[in-house]
């Protein structure tokens, strides 16, 4: 039996950047091209941008496309690294975030909406969330964890000498192990199966 192909979920993108207040004009036409360009690329499924007032220099910026590769393909283009030098002159610093799965919960919950470019080129808006209670994450966390250490408990238990490893290596070795492990593949996996639960 040939193992399933793992699920590819859409990755959302949010960039904090101050902007020079001295150049709004600049750095709105700046910013709407890159959202024009990004709409050229496979999988992208919507972007928006905002400023957190009228004499604000931060800005907000959200895009979203269905996949990681997707996102990779828009992100190591020649187009976008162009775009990225013709904003030099004017932003200040960048700051930037992708959410897919659990990732998101480890900001600051959150609500309101954004305004988002579609492909089609119409405006709608998407609502931002709240993140999951504290509780829920945690029993999401212990959910993906118990079964991993307890697995890999047993597999080390027959190993010669594993018992007479120091405590603190042992410690280290297990966390080594499944720290990406549980980063890449069963949080992930938690998370979906979850969802609607967690979102309730």
Do not use: C
């Not at 928006?48 to 393909?73: C, I, K, N, P």
């Not at 829920?136 to 490893?165: C, E, H, R």
């Amino acid at each position: 039996m040939s193992a399933s192909a793992p699920v590819s979920e859409p990755v959302t993108v949010s960039i904090r950047r101050e902007v020079d207040p001295e150049r709004i004009a600049e750095a709105t036409a700046w910013v709407q091209t890159g959202v024009n360009l990004a709409t050229k690329y496979p999988g992208f499924l919507g972007s928006g941008w905002v400023r957190a007032g009228e004499d604000s220099q931060v800005w907000h910026m959200l895009y979203r496309f269905a996949s990681e590769e997707a996102l990779t393909a828009w992100e190591q283009s020649g187009e976008r690294a162009w775009w990225l030098s013709m904003g030099q002159g004017f932003v200040r610093s960048e700051r930037s975030k992708r959410r897919s799965g659990i990732e998101g919960w480890f900001d600051e919950p959150s609500t309101g909406s954004i305004p988002v470019v579609d492909p089609d080129g119409t405006t709608s808006t998407v609502t931002v969330a709240p993140a999951p209670p504290r509780w829920k994450q945690a029993v999401s966390i212990w959910l993906g964890f118990f079964p991993v250490n307890l697995a890999f408990t047993y597999a080390m238990s027959p190993v010669p000498g594993w018992d007479a490893v120091p405590l603190w290596l042992r410690v280290l070795i297990t966390t080594l192990v499944l720290t990406p492990i549980m980063t890449y593949w069963v949080l992930p996996f938690v998370t979906r199966s979850l969802r609607n639960w967690l979102a309730r």
